[in-house]
């Protein structure tokens, strides 16, 4: 499975000479993947980052808020047909109420039905909402598509209530 950072973590924002320090920095430290951020996706230049991403041989992945009146029930058709795998984030009840838990996550993709949608799990949130790490996990099985690994209050891994084994 590849290793990814979130883009963030090198910069605030998707500059070409932002996304050329998060890319190869990134590469330099031996990551896979760099997850960026659109925060506004107008303001992302595709043709730039794949160039870059390129030169690096670095994969990506994308995030994206949606406002609560968003619709996205042909998103996944259209993603399906890019060979674009879509992933539903399981988050805390503090941010949101439709999906908190591995297994209300596979509820809803059990009523999606589609290939190219998965499960999305994050340690922070299911720090909070999940009885254990490793249950979650094995909710999910084979419909787990991605992983963030945050540390319990947001700060260093480690530093925080996280059981790391039980995760991994």
Not at 34 to 55: G, Q, Y
Not at 97 to 105: F, R, V
Not at 121 to 149: N, P
Request: net charge negative; charged share 20%.
């Amino acid at each position: 499975n590849a290793i990814g950072v979130h883009a963030l973590t090198w910069a605030g924002g998707w500059s070409e000479a932002e996304a050329l320090e998060t890319i190869e920095g990134s590469a330099r430290l031996g990551y896979d993947l760099v997850e960026i951020p659109l925060l506004d996706p107008k303001t992302v230049d595709a043709e730039m980052t794949r160039a870059i991403l390129s030169d690096h041989g670095m994969q990506v992945s994308t995030s994206l808020g949606l406002s609560f009146d968003a619709d996205i029930s042909n998103s996944d058709v259209e993603a399906s047909d890019l060979d674009i795998t879509l992933g539903l984030e399981v988050v805390n009840r503090y941010e949101t109420n439709l999906l908190n838990t591995a297994e209300q996550g596979m509820e809803m993709l059990a009523e999606i039905d589609r290939a190219n949608v998965k499960i999305h799990l994050d340690s922070y949130h299911m720090h909070i909402e999940e009885a254990g790490l490793a249950q979650a996990v094995t909710t999910c099985g084979d419909q787990l598509g991605y992983v963030h690994i945050g540390e319990s209050h947001r700060g260093m891994l480690g530093s925080g209530n996280i059981d790391w084994p039980q995760l991994f």
